[in-house]
């Protein structure tokens, strides 16, 4: 990622109070302006009817065993070795959501948020291209994506050298590595938005410079484009939200395990059970 795509834009010092604006109204960054809604996959109606049949029998499978084992049980439905056409049909039939991501290190994953959100479709590459792990598989979010998070991060990075410009950079760096290494699992997010604070280039460039743009990246939808990447600091985000133009509009660090933008939630998952077991219904239905 850029690391010049995610400067914050700069925020003007305008009066306020009648009278003070003039004859115009001030201009402001145009915000988001759709939402992503539930829209079902297409039914996979060039496939042959065995294909498709097969496909909604295991899946039907796989819903059957998600709501065994419960949102946070971690249902599977391996892939990898059925063949091409079935994949392919499975992959069509699941569509695509708001969410995807990557790793670089320690291995090369690739996660996508199947059309249903909770149930997501995890692949693993070798260097040479090679297709290690084709699932399904449900939760808030795979967990190879804070796995490797954990495994390329530190638990305490030392403070940076500040240059000439800067205000709060050294604030904020203590600040992030007080509530990193107070952070544990079950904790609340603790965010610091940049975007609202007084800080220089000098302070942002420091930041970029200490924390990295590194191993994880994750893309969230749901709102206008939401990213969001891990850094050398254990459990501590970049978090940037950019609209239509790919502007950015809101720049922030969170220090927890996952951005709750990347989860899915309890309820998303009761409604994709449900979607799901209608769509394969559908599947079912004679063309």
Not at 39 to 65: E, H, K, M, T
Not at 110 to 130: I, K, N, S, Y
Not at 227 to 249: A, P
């Amino acid at each position: 990622m850029n690391p010049s795509m995610m400067r914050p834009f700069p925020i003007s010092v305008v009066a306020m109070g009648p009278g003070s604006q003039g004859d115009e109204a001030p201009d402001y960054l145009p915000m988001p302006k759709g939402m992503e809604t539930f829209s079902a996959p297409s039914l996979p109606y060039d496939a042959p009817a065995a294909a498709v049949a097969q496909a909604a029998r295991l899946l039907d499978i796989f819903v059957d065993g998600a709501v065994a084992v419960g949102f946070a049980g971690g249902a599977k439905l391996e892939l990898l070795g059925l063949e091409a056409l079935l994949r392919e049909v499975i992959n069509q039939s699941m569509g695509f959501g708001e969410v995807s991501a990557f790793t670089t290190a320690p291995a090369h994953w690739r996660v996508q948020e199947t059309a249903f959100a909770g149930l997501w479709r995890v692949l693993q590459v070798a260097d040479d291209g090679t297709m290690l792990v084709d699932r399904l598989e449900t939760g808030i979010i795979p967990s190879v994506l804070t796995d490797a998070m954990l495994q390329t991060a530190v638990a305490d990075l030392p403070a940076p050298a500040y240059p000439a410009g800067c205000m709060n950079a050294q604030a904020l760096v203590e600040e992030i590595r007080q509530q990193a290494a107070a952070w544990r699992a079950g904790d609340g997010a603790h965010v610091i938005n940049l975007t609202l604070l007084p800080v220089s280039d000098a302070d942002l460039d420091t930041l970029y410079g200490w924390l990295g743009h590194r191993e994880v990246s994750i893309l969230s939808r749901g709102y206008g484009n939401c990213r969001i990447t891990s850094t050398r600091l254990k459990n501590v985000w970049w978090v940037q939200y950019f609209n239509s133009m790919d502007t950015l509009i809101l720049n922030s660090i969170e220090i927890v395990a996952m951005p709750e933008v990347a989860l899915a939630s309890d309820e998303d998952f009761s409604d994709s059970i449900e979607r799901l077991r209608e769509y394969l219904e559908m599947m079912r239905e004679p063309v």
